[in-house]
């Protein structure tokens, strides 16, 4: 079973940065697994923020993210971090982790079967 937990949320001023972290534990093998971060404000659907493929770890980023947002994939540890830098009050909002298992990975929440429970980013002005 596919387990994932996300954690690293906070409150931070406009401007800032926090580093989430998604650890995934349970019996599949991490490897061949797609993992998605998604973001859920208050009253708005959930959306896709960047996902890294399995295998060759390619990252792909929502527009509003790129050059702010950056993926990173710590194996031996069952881990995705996403760093999160110049963050602006748009980007308050819990934060999920999810897993797929193909090589590839989306920015379609409807693609993931496993989903963690979220954290929560406070961006303050």
């Known amino acids: ?35 998605g971060w998604f973001r859920q404000a208050p009253g708005k659907e959930r959306e896709g923020v960047a996902c890294i493929s399995a295998g060759e770890n390619v990252a792909h980023y929502e527009n509003s993210v790129k050059g702010r947002f950056a993926l990173s994939k710590n ?28 090589s590839n990975c989306s920015l379609d929440r409807d693609w993931y079967d496993y989903w963690g429970r979220g954290t929560q980013v406070t961006v303050s002005s």
């Open 1 to 35: 079973e596919v387990q994932l937990q996300a954690s690293g949320g906070g409150v931070v001023q406009a401007g800032g940065s926090l580093r989430l972290s998604c650890a995934a534990s349970g019996g599949f093998t991490f490897d061949d697994y797609g993992i």
């Open 75 to 102: 194996s031996a540890k069952k881990t995705v971090s996403l760093q999160m830098n110049n963050l602006g009050v748009e980007d308050t909002a819990v934060y999920y982790c999810s897993a797929q298992g193909f």
